[in-house]
């Protein structure tokens, strides 16, 4: 399991997380793009994980971009086959789980808290998005931007 100062784009956007709480400085988009460089090339079925564990602390420190920050590990998962909300949120959820051995990616303390407290009373939210998700897919992903 990769912990964050591990890896030189997960440890940089620790430092942004951890200035951000502080004093958030930078607009949507520089916040967004922050995320996004952090991602790196993986199966979608672990991409899913670590895109919950990236984007967990990103969803309590601005709440109003979580349906934008939930597209990543959303997407992932439609790609391997699931479209239903409360798996999606379960999947959420393990990744917040230490001891489970299939997380790739542990996430930061903020997080977890996100993903355990916050994320199972967004179902609306994650259904909205898996639709939004199957659209863009039989569209043929007009607009491939994740944000």
Same mark, same amino acid.
């Given at each position: ?13 620790? #430092? ?9 400085? &930078? ?6 793009? &922050?995320?996004? %460089? ?11 994980? *670590? +895109? @919950? ?5 990103? *969803?309590? $420190? ?18 391997? !086959? ?7 949120? +379960?999947? !959420?959820?393990? *990744?917040?789980? %230490?001891?489970?051995? $299939?997380?790739?990616? #542990?996430?930061? $303390?903020? !997080? ?5 407290? #916050? ?8 259904? %909205?998005?898996? %639709? ?8 043929? @992903?007009?607009?491939?931007? $994740?944000?």
């Amino acid at each position: 399991m990769r912990e964050w100062s591990s890896m030189e784009r997960l440890d940089r956007l620790s #430092r942004f997380y951890e200035l951000d709480a502080i004093m958030p400085w &930078a607009n949507d988009a520089t916040f967004l793009a &922050a995320i996004r %460089q952090t991602f790196w090339s993986t199966s979608a079925g672990d991409f899913v994980g *670590c +895109a @919950f564990a990236i984007i967990a602390p990103g *969803c309590e $420190l601005r709440p109003h971009l979580v349906p934008k920050l939930l597209r990543a590990p959303i997407r992932a998962a439609v790609a391997v !086959g699931v479209e239903d909300a409360a798996r999606i949120i +379960a999947w !959420g959820v393990a *990744c917040a789980d %230490q001891t489970n051995p $299939l997380v790739v990616l #542990r996430p930061t $303390l903020r !997080g977890e808290r996100w993903l355990r407290d #916050r994320l199972p009373a967004l179902t609306a939210v994650v259904r %909205q998005v898996v %639709q939004e998700t199957l659209h863009w897919v039989a569209a043929d @992903f007009p607009g491939d931007d $994740l944000w």
